[in-house]
């Protein structure tokens, strides 16, 4: 297993108006993927703007135990001699993941279309997350699970199918990276793999797939389904990326902003998505003040900039349909929900259940230790709004799940009394850049390590 680095508590305190102009750091779904499309590819692909997290990382690090030359150029620079998909090499080590859940999963997918074998690890929050729903296509695709943990769970080793068979297949469960997995093992099937959504997930996969060259059709399927279709063996050419900055961190500044009284930021180049603008829309919904201005274009995404300001919100009902688009931001809209007036009804959160944590139970303890009525219904979490969050709480349990810590953090900047957090080390994993950027935007947040 790999190892965490030490816990490091972290505290924030009721801050004045945040002011400023700043970009988040690159898309983390996009970074992974431009690493692994450039291994997939022969030449060279340039990217800038690269996420450098850890979770990101762990991905260059497999990249280049499979063979591609991955290198760090500058700030964000990173180029990729990639050996195509059919010149991937066993690796001599296990994988160790850390916490990423994507860069295991999507290298899953690469590693089952291959006549190869690789063992994937990672840390404690990555053992205990489900793998089946990976496993099971990657099987009928030809892909056999030497070994692994109880209930599929990593450390596990995978060997690639000798012939990968093109497949069709419907996922149970509304998920980018099951189907990126199956896409990816399809690159080296004869024929067409098809991957059947009944709600359609983040489309980066299939967006990236055609830059890199391959053939990918995309149908609609019933009201919020699709239908994408990959013709297998195509020869995948090294291009250039620009990684947009991601609306997953942005949400963090952007929740500040809104519940801190006076402020006013913007927030540059944010990628909008459709397939990633939920949040936008709840909150729109909700009665923030946001503003998309400059909107363009920036590595095939269209991108804007958000200029957010201090809001009174209000409670709304957030349907289940919606959350395959914001499903990573529930944390940070459970904390806009606690300083709304009235009830958040937030619909359908199964999926919750199996991040990095259990993000409904965490969501909930910590709302529950702030002062903040919630309550769990099935699949749903509803948050009593009381305009006003009091703090001063127990240190926030965050299980080794960054966006726990983040989202807490942000809570205190508006609470009454401090909110403290039991670790804010993991929240490396998507962005590190986290503290500084508050800070540099007026937010009074602690961490231990650098005070
Ligand atoms: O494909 C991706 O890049 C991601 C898909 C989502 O996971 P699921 O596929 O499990 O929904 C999301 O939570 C994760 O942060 C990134
Ligand atoms: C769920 C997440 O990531 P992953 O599945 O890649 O660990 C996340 O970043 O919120």
Request: charged share 25%; hydrophobic share 40%; with cysteine.
């Amino acid at each position: 297993m790999s190892s965490h680095p030490a816990p490091e508590p972290a505290k924030s305190t009721r801050s004045a108006g945040l002011s400023g102009r700043v970009r988040v750091a690159g898309d983390k779904s996009i970074s992974h993927r431009s690493l692994i499309f450039g291994l997939l590819s022969v030449g060279e692909t340039l990217i800038g703007g690269l996420l450098e997290g850890e979770d990101v990382l762990a991905t260059a690090r497999a990249c280049r135990a499979l063979g591609a030359d991955v290198e760090r150029l500058g700030e964000g620079r990173w180029r990729v001699r990639g050996v195509g998909v059919g010149g991937l090499r066993t690796p001599s080590e296990p994988l160790d993941f850390g916490n990423a859940g994507t860069g295991s999963r999507l290298m899953m997918g690469v590693v089952a279309g291959a006549p190869i074998q690789a063992t994937f690890d990672g840390d404690a929050s990555l053992r205990s997350r489900p793998m089946r729903r990976i496993l099971d296509p990657l099987e009928k695709m030809g892909a056999t699970v030497v070994s692994c943990a109880e209930g599929g769970r990593l450390p596990l080793t995978l060997k690639g199918a000798d012939r990968p068979l093109p497949i069709e297949y419907e996922s149970p469960v509304p998920s980018a990276q099951v189907k990126s997995a199956v896409l990816l093992a399809g690159l080296g099937a004869p024929g067409v793999t098809t991957v059947i959504e009944r709600e359609a997930t983040r489309d980066h996969t299939e967006r990236m797939l055609r830059g890199f060259g391959a053939e990918v059709s995309v149908e609609r399927h019933g009201e919020h389904g699709r239908i994408i279709r990959l013709a297998g063996q195509p020869e995948l050419k090294a291009t250039a990326i620009s990684v947009p900055a991601d609306p997953s961190s942005a949400a963090f500044p952007l929740v500040a902003a809104l519940i801190v009284e006076g402020s006013e930021i913007t927030l540059e180049g944010v990628m909008t998505n459709p397939l990633r603008t939920g949040l936008l829309i709840t909150l729109t919904e909700m009665g923030a003040d946001v503003t998309l201005a400059n909107i363009r274009e920036d590595g095939g995404e269209e991108v804007c900039d958000l200029v957010v300001r201090g809001s009174r919100l209000k409670g709304v009902d957030v349907p289940a349909e919606r959350a395959p688009t914001m499903i990573d931001e529930y944390p940070i809209l459970a904390v806009a929900a606690a300083f709304a007036e009235g009830e958040t009804r937030m619909r359908g959160l199964s999926e919750l259940r199996v991040k990095e944590s259990d993000r409904l139970a965490a969501v909930h303890a910590g709302l529950a230790a702030n002062g903040v009525e919630s309550r769990i219904e099935g699949d749903d979490l509803i948050v009593a709004g009381k305009g006003r969050v009091a703090g001063g709480g127990e240190p926030v349990e965050t299980h080794l799940d960054h966006r726990i810590a983040m989202s807490f953090l942000i809570m205190g900047l508006a609470a009454e009394r401090e909110v403290t957090v039991d670790d804010g080390a993991m929240i490396a994993t998507s962005f590190p850049t986290f503290a500084p950027l508050m800070r540099g935007l007026g937010a009074e947040i602690e961490m231990e390590a650098s005070k």
